[in-house]
């Protein structure tokens, strides 16, 4: 998604990183390889710090320049391993959807914020429609339907974050101000090899065979280059929802 575009020209990530430009204690929550961190890092004498469930995402965010003085911690959103007031800012791209026990993550999160801190979240929300991420979607949907229970990746997170309602009745009790909620388009379009790994990355391929996910490749790129620009990068677009929120108090 680092190469995805709103209609601004920003990434989802620079995205977020503008959503806490005065912040200068930030948390990335679910960092992964630390793309977001390097981005906040470009602004000197930011103090900054990245947890993520993954000791090997964060190994690999280590070795990205500016993100070496981060202080990065293994652990879960469900228990932060910070102090309270820690930070006057915490981004979260495409994480914090996917958490569980979803009132302990804000209790959370309320308590290492300080107050008027600041929480920006970017949240997906699905295709954007007629296009290459939609055709997929309808594509693996019944092979996801068709693994054995055993296999299946079990739903991931609490669904209320994904909306603006949702999100206010869980920030909400634990002391945070109404949610500012934005829907962006990301404009994915790139050439066919780039537009499968960019749809193909989601965690529901991981079960399913091999030979299964080959088939579906063949038959995203047979069906996506009907749709392909004159240039042959394929159409593809998701749509994310940008939730910013302060800490009371």
């Given amino acids: 998604m680092a190469r995805g575009r709103s209609a601004d020209g920003r990434s989802s990530y620079e ?3 503008d959503a806490v430009t005065g912040c200068r204690r930030v948390l990335d929550l679910g960092c992964g390889d630390g793309l977001l961190l390097e981005l906040l890092a470009a602004d000197p004498g930011r103090e ?4 993520d469930l993954s000791a090997e995402e964060l190994a690999l965010a280590r070795r990205r320049p500016g993100v070496a003085a981060a202080e990065l911690r293994t652990g879960r959103a469900q228990q932060l391993p910070f102090a309270d007031g820690r930070f006057d800012g915490c981004v979260a791209h495409m994480a914090l959807m996917l ?7 804000a209790a959370e999160l309320a308590r290492v914020l300080e107050p008027g801190g600041t929480l920006a979240a970017v949240i997906g929300g699905g295709a954007a429609g007629g296009e290459a991420y939609e055709l997929f979607l309808r594509l693996a949907r019944p092979l996801f339907d068709a693994a054995p229970d055993a296999r299946r990746i079990p739903p991931l997170g609490d669904r209320r974050l994904r909306t603006r309602q ?3 009745e869980v920030f909400g009790p634990a002391g945070f101000g109404p949610v500012r909620w934005e829907s962006v388009r990301i404009d994915l379009a790139g050439p066919p090899e780039r537009v499968w790994r960019t749809v193909g990355g989601i965690y529901d391929l991981g079960p399913l065979d091999a ?12 069906e996506s280059a009907a749709s392909a620009l004159p240039d042959g990068r394929i159409p593809c677009a998701m749509t994310v929802r940008v939730a910013t929120a302060r800490r009371l108090g």
């Fill in 15 to 17: 995205i977020l990183r």
């Fill in 48 to 51: 900054l710090a990245g947890l």
């Fill in 211 to 222: 030979a299964v996910i080959a088939g579906l490749r063949a038959r995203f790129e047979a």
């Fill in 99 to 105: 958490m569980d026990e979803a009132e302990r993550v």
């Fill in 166 to 168: 949702g999100f206010d």
